[in-house]
């Protein structure tokens, strides 16, 4: 089979020219109807609530891995080109830089070309806000925040486990993520049943985070972006977010980029007021926009560079 990082490399070109899979169910669909069979099932069981989410969760993050190696496997049994062409796919399947940036830049044209009423359509497909009465400032730094939130959970953190533990590794993070956005809510419903599901997905998110910055700050480098304000609006604003690790990125690109992030939006009409990231108060705008899916972009090469260098490093002293 191929070298492990030739098939890290080969999965993430592929996600950078073709993007999500259309043409076949996506693996995290996959994922995500396991889950809510898993709940369907243990909420019936009559255990504890938390009891049975922690339950869920070993089951579709172990269901997941062991899915996944059982594929890799026997395709490597019929040929070893079957074994790494199988590795390549399901690696490709968990990135979404491609999918990211072209959503975002959708939002940008929108806006560019004046038509407010589709980027609002646009760009509520990036976020969980309410966005039929937003501005343009406000579209723009919805799709901006988008962008920076979803740079770990969509491209670095996958690409972390990718280099740690393969393809299997890459979709158990995924299968972490699904399960985090389908049961990680502070609602009465999940309150209990989803406990496990957040907590792991904070867990699981916590060193890519703050990995990321860095990675962040060597592309922001390279673009001419604003540097050593990125640890700055990291150091000030990371710990305010209501995320454990969210605010590192979001504080990253709104210090790169010279924007402030967070103020009020609102939720199935509930207003909230997020936390203000950044150190200038500059508004998001089309620029910007376009900016953000560059520096994405940017600091996910920045991570699977650096990464592949230190396992090659590793590999040569042990």
Not at 210 to 230: C, E
Request: hydrophobic residues 50%; contains cysteine.
């Amino acid at each position: 089979m191929m070298q492990p990082e030739y098939m890290l490399v080969a999965a993430y070109i592929c996600d950078l020219l073709f993007g999500d899979p259309r043409w076949i169910p996506h693996p995290v669909k996959g994922i995500a109807w396991l889950a809510l069979g898993a709940e369907k099932v243990l909420r019936s069981s009559g255990l504890p609530l938390r009891v049975a989410g922690v339950l869920c969760v070993l089951v579709v993050v172990g269901g997941t891995a062991g899915t996944v190696w059982l594929v890799i496997e026997a395709a490597g049994r019929l040929h070893p080109v079957a074994g790494t062409i199988a590795g390549v796919f399901l690696l490709y399947t968990a990135f979404a830089a491609k999918d990211l940036g072209d959503h975002a830049r959708a939002v940008g044209d929108a806006l560019f070309s004046g038509d407010l009423p589709l980027a609002r359509r646009k760009v509520s497909w990036m976020v969980g806000r309410d966005t039929e009465n937003l501005s343009e400032e406000g579209v723009a730094l919805a799709a901006t925040e988008s962008v920076a939130e979803n740079t770990v959970d969509g491209v670095t953190a996958p690409l972390f486990y990718a280099l740690l533990f393969g393809p299997v590794g890459a979709l158990a993070y995924k299968a972490v993520n699904t399960l985090d956005s389908s049961f990680g809510y502070m609602n009465e419903r999940y309150r209990e049943f989803g406990w496990a599901s957040a907590k792991l997905d904070d867990l699981v998110n916590l060193l890519p985070a703050r990995l990321t910055v860095l990675a962040i700050a060597i592309a922001a480098l390279l673009r001419r972006l604003r540097f050593f304000d990125i640890f700055k609006a990291v150091r000030q604003g990371s710990g305010l977010h209501a995320s454990p690790n969210a605010g590192y990125p979001e504080a990253a690109f709104a210090g790169a980029l010279g924007v402030t992030f967070g103020g009020a939006r609102s939720y199935a009409g509930v207003e909230h007021d997020a936390p203000r990231l950044g150190l200038c108060k500059q508004a998001c705008s089309v620029a910007t926009i376009r900016e953000s899916v560059f520096l994405m972009r940017f600091t996910a090469a920045v991570f699977l560079a650096a990464g592949i260098i230190l396992l090659l490093l590793l590999e040569r002293l042990l």
